[in-house]
T-cell receptor
Framework: RKEVEQDPGPFNVPEGATVAFNCTYSNSASQSFFWYRQDCRKEPKLLMSVYSSGNEDGRFTAQLNRASQYISLLIRDSKLSDSATYLCVVNGGGSYIPTFGRGTSLIVHP | SAVISQKPSRDICQRGTSLTIQCQVDSQVTMMFWYRQQPGQSLTLIATANQGSEATYESGFVIDKFPISRPNLTFSTLTVSNMSPEDSSIYLC?????????????FGQGTRLTVV
């Protein structure tokens, strides 16, 4: 079983739609959780951290469920500019090195 | 935050040759990480580069194939040696930097390598 698994993509949605991605992790001792965004031919960049209490940043909401070991990212009112690959990243649990999921591709069309 | 300059941004190389990728950080950092990202795949850690000691390689990666230098706290190089088409990939350097309540990973712009 892979350490970090994400929903297979691509997700193809119209502008204005709400879309959700899930990510599961295998190391129950993991301590830090993030969503990164990677545009085509670009490096990954931090989108948001994921806290136990959940957090919201504008149209983006991230949730953490430690009991079930999954993380989610919800995007409301999708924009064309949201089209990218979203990487789930997990850290801690005995390692200082982050573990990346393979990413979920989102395509927002007019 | 950290700003990372990575070069070259892309290269096309003949099989059997070697390419050295450079990574410069605008702040002193203890560890620098080198990743490989193959098409449609996630980032795979190649090695961790520490200043003053040998790099620590992950399973499946060896120093003879991917020698790494770390001469100071702001600079590192990764060499892809004796290249084959299977080495065609994006190579990324990364550092961890303190953020607000967490440690954030920053990446160089990546080197897109094509081996022909």
């Amino acid at each position: 079983r892979k350490e970090v698994e994400q929903d297979p993509g691509p997700f193809n949605v119209p502008e204005g739609a709400t879309v959700a991605f899930n990510c599961t992790y295998s190391n129950s001792a993991s301590q830090s959780f993030f969503w990164y965004r990677q545009d085509c031919r670009k490096e990954p960049k931090l989108l948001m951290s994921v806290y136990s209490s959940g957090n919201e940043d504008g149209r983006f909401t991230a949730q953490l469920n430690r009991a079930s070991q999954y993380i989610s990212l919800l995007i409301r009112d999708s924009k064309l500019s949201d089209s990218a690959t979203y990487l789930c990243v997990v850290n801690g649990g005995g390692s200082y090195i982050p573990t990346f999921g393979r990413g979920t591709s989102l395509i927002v069309h007019p | 935050s950290a700003v990372i300059s990575q070069k070259p941004s892309r290269d096309i190389c003949q099989r059997g040759t070697s390419l050295t990728i450079q990574c410069q950080v605008d702040s002193q950092v203890t560890m620098m990480f080198w990743y490989r990202q193959q098409p449609g795949q996630s980032l795979t850690l190649i090695a961790t580069a520490n200043q003053g000691s040998e790099a620590t390689y992950e399973s499946g990666f060896v120093i003879d194939k991917f020698p790494i230098s770390r001469p100071n706290l702001t600079f590192s190089t990764l060499t892809v040696s004796n290249m084959s088409p299977e080495d065609s990939s994006i190579y990324l350097c990364s550092v961890d930097f303190p953020g607000t309540g967490h440690t954030e990973a920053f990446f160089g712009q990546g080197t897109r390598l094509t081996v022909v």
